[in-house]
């Protein structure tokens, strides 16, 4: 069972930047594709990026594309979400997510969840 805690989250400015982190422990992370997903009250989860075992294949949401950043360093058990030129409208509740297989960006077809971390973006 892989257990994640996203981190990192906070009020920032628009325009401005955060890098998330998520943290994997238990099962086997370098064999473990992971994305990220914002929640925001009322709303579905919705796909942001995803990432592959070994990095090498990435996705990202058209909404965040050029913007967002999804890397990791499998030696740290370690997903991060780089985000840069923050609109209001990123804000949002935050998580990562992991499955076995790289591919999907609906919620339902991931295992692992972490328990969110806040990002405010004001205006």
């Known amino acids: 069972q892989v257990r994640l805690a996203e981190s990192g989250g906070g009020l920032v400015q628009a325009g401005g930047s955060l890098t998330l982190s998520c943290v994997a422990s238990g099962g086997d992370f370098s064999r473990t594709a992971m994305a990220w997903f914002r929640e925001d009250p009322g709303s579905e989860r919705v796909f942001l990026g995803a990432i592959s075992w070994s990095g090498g294949s990435r996705q990202y949401a058209d909404s965040v594309e050029g913007r967002f950043t999804i890397s990791r360093d499998n030696a740290k058990n370690t997903v991060y979400l780089q985000m840069t030129d923050l609109k209001p409208e990123d804000s949002g509740v935050y998580y990562c997510?992991?499955?076995?297989?790289?591919?999907?960006?609906?919620?339902?077809?991931?295992?692992?969840w972490g328990q969110g971390t806040q990002v405010t973006v004001s205006s």
């Open positions: 997510a992991g499955k076995q297989y790289y591919g999907g960006q609906m919620p339902s077809g991931y295992n692992y």
